[in-house]
Nanobody, 111 residues
């Protein structure tokens, strides 16, 4: 079965950085586009970043220039490097493929 396991979240000060990881299993990872999606309290889910099988990347306007999505097909893992973090980046970050979701990892940006 498909499993997505996120890690790397935490509490960071404004301007700080975090690197999120999502370890995937149960499907042919290299054949699928991968997404990072976030949900802040009281808000709808927001697609943050997508990476294609050819490693093309797409970003939400809210994070473009501050986040980088990458993938390692040998490790079946997708990453989200987040820099210059802002309080409004506070959310649960989920790894997503089609109808499958991980459990999420909490990112809190606060001084």
């Amino acid at each position: 079965q498909v499993q997505l396991v996120e890690s790397g979240g935490g509490l960071v000060q404004p301007g700080g950085s975090l690197r999120l990881s999502c370890a995937a299993s149960g499907f042919t990872f290299s054949s699928y586009w991968m997404n990072w999606v976030r949900q802040a309290p009281g808000k709808q889910r927001e697609l943050v970043a997508t990476i294609t099988t050819g490693r093309a990347t797409l970003y939400a306007d809210s994070v473009r220039g501050r986040c980088t999505i990458t993938r390692d097909d040998n490790k079946n893992t997708v990453y989200l490097q987040m820099d210059s973090l802002k309080p409004e980046d506070t959310a649960i970050y989920y790894c997503n493929i089609n109808k499958y979701w991980g459990q999420g990892t909490q990112v809190t940006v606060s001084s």
